[in-house]
Protein backbone atom coordinates (compact mmCIF):
# COMPACT_ATOMS: atom_id res chain seq x y z
CA UNK A 1 0.00 0.00 0.00
CA UNK A 2 1.10 3.63 -0.54
CA UNK A 3 2.25 5.48 2.16
CA UNK A 4 -0.17 8.45 1.42
CA UNK A 5 -3.59 7.66 2.79
CA UNK A 6 -5.46 10.62 2.04
CA UNK A 7 -7.13 9.26 -1.52
CA UNK A 8 -8.05 6.00 -0.04
CA UNK A 9 -9.36 7.33 2.88
CA UNK A 10 -11.76 9.63 0.92
CA UNK A 11 -13.31 6.64 -1.08
CA UNK A 12 -14.31 5.58 2.24
CA UNK A 13 -18.29 6.26 2.08
CA UNK A 14 -19.76 4.43 5.11
CA UNK A 15 -20.87 7.76 7.10
CA UNK A 16 -21.80 9.61 4.24
CA UNK A 17 -25.14 11.74 5.11
CA UNK A 18 -24.34 11.64 8.37
CA UNK A 19 -24.62 14.60 10.48
CA UNK A 20 -22.09 13.14 12.62
CA UNK A 21 -19.76 10.44 13.53
CA UNK A 22 -17.86 9.58 16.39
CA UNK A 23 -14.43 8.88 16.23
CA UNK A 24 -11.72 6.72 18.17
CA UNK A 25 -8.91 8.10 19.51
CA UNK A 26 -5.97 5.75 20.75
CA UNK A 27 -2.54 7.54 20.34
CA UNK A 28 -1.97 11.33 19.93
CA UNK A 29 -5.37 12.00 19.75
CA UNK A 30 -6.22 11.02 23.13
CA UNK A 31 -4.52 14.11 23.93
CA UNK A 32 -4.46 16.20 21.07
CA UNK A 33 -7.44 17.31 19.20
CA UNK A 34 -6.62 20.40 16.91
CA UNK A 35 -10.30 19.66 15.32
CA UNK A 36 -13.79 21.14 16.78
CA UNK A 37 -15.76 18.43 17.98
CA UNK A 38 -19.49 17.69 19.37
CA UNK A 39 -18.65 15.54 22.15
CA UNK A 40 -15.50 13.57 23.82
CA UNK A 41 -15.78 10.47 26.00
CA UNK A 42 -13.86 7.96 27.13
CA UNK A 43 -14.12 4.99 25.17
CA UNK A 44 -12.60 1.49 24.22
CA UNK A 45 -12.62 -0.68 21.23
CA UNK A 46 -12.67 -4.50 22.29
CA UNK A 47 -10.12 -7.00 19.74
CA UNK A 48 -7.22 -4.72 19.67
CA UNK A 49 -4.25 -3.55 21.66
CA UNK A 50 -2.37 -0.43 20.97
CA UNK A 51 1.39 -0.94 20.03
CA UNK A 52 4.35 1.33 19.35
CA UNK A 53 4.59 -0.60 15.78
CA UNK A 54 4.18 1.83 12.74
CA UNK A 55 6.47 4.43 11.18
CA UNK A 56 6.37 8.04 11.26
CA UNK A 57 7.79 9.76 8.43
CA UNK A 58 5.83 13.09 8.73
CA UNK A 59 5.29 13.76 12.58
CA UNK A 60 8.09 12.20 15.11
CA UNK A 61 10.68 11.08 12.57
CA UNK A 62 11.92 11.80 9.03
CA UNK A 63 11.82 9.89 5.73
CA UNK A 64 15.52 8.83 6.43
CA UNK A 65 14.68 8.15 9.93
CA UNK A 66 11.43 7.41 10.96
CA UNK A 67 9.68 7.57 14.24
CA UNK A 68 7.47 5.04 16.35
CA UNK A 69 4.09 5.63 16.98
CA UNK A 70 1.12 3.39 17.68
CA UNK A 71 -1.65 1.80 15.50
CA UNK A 72 -3.76 -1.14 16.94
CA UNK A 73 -3.27 -4.56 16.18
CA UNK A 74 -5.65 -7.28 16.32
CA UNK A 75 -5.44 -9.37 19.46
CA UNK A 76 -8.70 -11.78 20.62
CA UNK A 77 -9.93 -10.50 24.20
CA UNK A 78 -8.05 -7.81 24.37
CA UNK A 79 -9.29 -4.25 25.11
CA UNK A 80 -8.19 -0.71 23.49
CA UNK A 81 -8.62 2.24 26.16
CA UNK A 82 -9.52 5.42 24.44
CA UNK A 83 -11.04 8.73 24.06
CA UNK A 84 -13.99 9.21 21.71
CA UNK A 85 -14.76 12.22 19.37
CA UNK A 86 -18.14 13.32 18.15
CA UNK A 87 -17.24 15.04 15.30
CA UNK A 88 -18.91 16.47 11.76
CA UNK A 89 -18.10 14.49 8.88
CA UNK A 90 -15.97 17.86 6.92
CA UNK A 91 -13.27 17.41 10.30
CA UNK A 92 -12.07 14.14 8.16
CA UNK A 93 -10.74 16.24 5.61
CA UNK A 94 -8.32 17.68 7.81
CA UNK A 95 -7.81 14.15 9.98
CA UNK A 96 -7.21 12.15 6.89
CA UNK A 97 -4.51 15.12 5.87
CA UNK A 98 -2.55 14.69 9.49
CA UNK A 99 -3.01 11.14 9.40
CA UNK A 100 -1.92 10.27 5.95
CA UNK A 101 1.34 8.30 6.54
CA UNK A 102 0.25 5.10 6.21
CA UNK A 103 -3.58 5.20 8.28
CA UNK A 104 -6.82 4.06 7.00
CA UNK A 105 -10.20 5.09 8.30
CA UNK A 106 -11.87 1.66 9.62
CA UNK A 107 -15.11 1.15 10.73
CA UNK A 108 -15.38 -0.37 14.50
CA UNK A 109 -17.93 -0.56 17.36
CA UNK A 110 -17.15 1.62 20.24
CA UNK A 111 -17.81 1.40 24.14
CA UNK A 112 -18.16 4.58 26.31
CA UNK A 113 -16.65 4.03 29.60
CA UNK A 114 -19.98 5.22 31.13
CA UNK A 115 -21.99 2.72 29.18
CA UNK A 116 -23.58 2.09 25.90
CA UNK A 117 -22.24 1.93 22.76
CA UNK A 118 -21.98 3.21 18.88
CA UNK A 119 -20.42 2.32 15.50
CA UNK A 120 -17.95 4.97 14.71
CA UNK A 121 -14.33 4.81 12.92
CA UNK A 122 -10.95 4.68 13.91
CA UNK A 123 -7.35 4.98 11.94
CA UNK A 124 -5.58 2.32 12.01
CA UNK A 125 -1.92 1.64 10.01
CA UNK A 126 -1.91 -1.92 9.03
CA UNK A 127 1.10 -4.20 8.19
CA UNK A 128 0.91 -3.45 4.81
CA UNK A 129 1.36 -0.08 4.63
CA UNK A 130 4.94 1.15 3.62
CA UNK A 131 5.87 2.84 6.85
CA UNK A 132 5.09 -0.34 9.03
CA UNK A 133 8.24 -1.16 11.21
CA UNK A 134 6.48 -3.82 13.00
CA UNK A 135 7.42 -5.39 16.31
CA UNK A 136 10.37 -5.28 18.32
CA UNK A 137 11.21 -5.34 22.36
CA UNK A 138 9.87 -2.74 24.61
CA UNK A 139 13.63 -1.60 25.29
CA UNK A 140 14.51 -1.41 21.50
CA UNK A 141 11.56 0.95 21.08
CA UNK A 142 12.68 2.75 23.61
CA UNK A 143 15.67 3.56 22.25
CA UNK A 144 14.77 4.23 18.99
CA UNK A 145 12.37 6.65 20.46
CA UNK A 146 14.63 8.41 21.91
CA UNK A 147 16.96 9.26 18.68
CA UNK A 148 13.89 10.01 16.67
CA UNK A 149 12.16 13.20 16.41
CA UNK A 150 10.25 15.10 13.14
CA UNK A 151 8.49 18.03 12.53
CA UNK A 152 5.76 17.67 15.51
CA UNK A 153 8.97 17.34 17.98
CA UNK A 154 10.61 14.67 19.53
CA UNK A 155 9.71 11.13 19.44
CA UNK A 156 9.95 10.75 23.18
CA UNK A 157 7.17 14.01 23.88
CA UNK A 158 4.79 12.05 21.79
CA UNK A 159 5.12 8.98 24.22
CA UNK A 160 5.45 11.17 27.82
CA UNK A 161 2.44 12.72 26.23
CA UNK A 162 0.52 9.22 25.64
CA UNK A 163 1.48 7.88 28.81
CA UNK A 164 0.41 10.85 30.87
CA UNK A 165 -2.89 11.08 29.20
CA UNK A 166 -3.57 7.16 29.78
CA UNK A 167 -2.56 7.34 33.11
CA UNK A 168 -4.63 10.81 33.83
CA UNK A 169 -7.78 8.07 31.97
CA UNK A 170 -7.00 6.00 34.73
CA UNK A 171 -6.29 3.18 32.21
CA UNK A 172 -3.24 1.43 32.47
CA UNK A 173 -1.26 -0.07 28.96
CA UNK A 174 1.09 -2.81 29.62
CA UNK A 175 3.19 -2.25 26.26
CA UNK A 176 3.41 2.11 26.83
CA UNK A 177 4.53 1.97 30.19
CA UNK A 178 7.35 -0.07 29.92
CA UNK A 179 8.64 1.74 26.94
CA UNK A 180 8.13 4.85 28.96
CA UNK A 181 10.36 3.39 31.67
CA UNK A 182 12.77 1.92 29.49
CA UNK A 183 13.13 5.47 28.35
CA UNK A 184 13.10 7.08 31.73
CA UNK A 185 16.35 4.57 32.26
CA UNK A 186 18.17 5.05 29.12
CA UNK A 187 17.87 9.28 29.54
CA UNK A 188 19.52 8.55 33.67
CA UNK A 189 21.87 6.04 31.85
CA UNK A 190 20.73 2.95 33.76
CA UNK A 191 20.50 1.02 30.47
C1 LIG B 1 -5.34 8.15 17.23
O1 LIG B 1 -4.86 8.79 18.12
O2 LIG B 1 -6.34 7.49 17.37
C2 LIG B 1 -4.74 8.12 15.92
C3 LIG B 1 -3.59 7.46 15.77
C4 LIG B 1 -3.02 7.44 14.54
C5 LIG B 1 -3.60 8.05 13.49
C6 LIG B 1 -4.78 8.70 13.66
C7 LIG B 1 -5.36 8.73 14.87
Redo the contacts with the bound molecule.
Sequence with gaps: MTANTIDANKRMNKFDGHASVW????????Y?ADFPYLERRPASIAGWTRRFW?GSHDHRGTPDAPGR????IREAGAICH??AYLVTPEEFAH?DY??KNG?LRLCTEMTFDDGGSVEGL????TEDNKAFLGQASELDIARHIAKAAGPSGPNSDYLNHLARALRELGKHDPHVFAIEQHLQQLNSGKQ
Design positions: LFGYGSLIKQVVTIGMLREYVYIA
